[in-house]
């Protein structure tokens, strides 16, 4: 790929040593004509299609004009810079990772669920230090996290009723209580 470049480059800089060797009224011809190629190329395509060969020859050849000729270009300076910065971001770019803590393995998830359904009354804190034992370092925090993706709440309430079932349940005995006494002679 580097060789076509270099082709390219190699060619255009012949083409200039044969203007530097042509006289001055055939050159003013010339710039007059491709002045109004450019022209009317300009109002034909919105944006021109450039290679990124023409990109490093406009810019070579823009550090060596003045910046009072710059309007020949159909680039701004602008354009320039946003180029030379997409270079650059290119070269630096490093491969793309995932910001924040990296996920629980698959394995850890499956042993803390496995835990905590075959012991219902054990909690975060107890899950986590059963884990350490077996020289699984697994912080409580992760392991509520990895009960509540679950769809587990915390250690007393994982079996039982909910609290809705809770009060369905008790509904019959309120209602059967005695809210009445009568104070007797006898008490």
């Not at 320039?80 to 998830?109: E, S």
């Not at 996290?145 to 769809?151: F, H, P, V, Y």
């Not at 209580?177 to 104070?183: A, E, G, I, S, T």
Request: with cysteine.
């Amino acid at each position: 790929m580097w060789w076509s470049s270099l082709y390219v480059i190699l060619g255009r800089v012949l083409r200039l040593l044969v203007l530097l060797g042509r006289d001055d009224r055939s050159k003013d011809v010339e710039i007059v004509v491709l002045r109004h190629q450019v022209a009317v190329l300009r109002r034909q395509v919105n944006r021109p299609d450039l290679r990124p060969q023409d990109r490093v020859l406009l810019a070579a050849l823009s550090r060596m004009l003045p910046k009072a000729s710059w309007p020949v270009f159909f680039v701004t300076p602008s354009t320039l810079l946003r180029w030379h910065r997409q270079l650059v971001t290119r070269r630096w770019t490093y491969p793309p990772t995932r910001p924040g803590r990296p996920r629980t393995r698959a394995v850890i998830q499956e042993t803390v669920l496995r835990l905590a359904r075959e012991n219902p009354l054990w909690g975060y804190q107890h899950i986590s230090g059963e884990l350490a034992g077996a020289r699984l370092r697994v912080p409580p925090s992760t392991v509520r996290d990895i009960l509540k993706r679950a769809g587990l709440g915390p250690a007393p309430r994982r079996t039982g009723p909910s609290w809705s079932q809770f009060l369905q349940a008790q509904a019959a005995g309120i209602w059967a209580c005695d809210l009445f006494h009568v104070d007797t002679v006898f008490l």
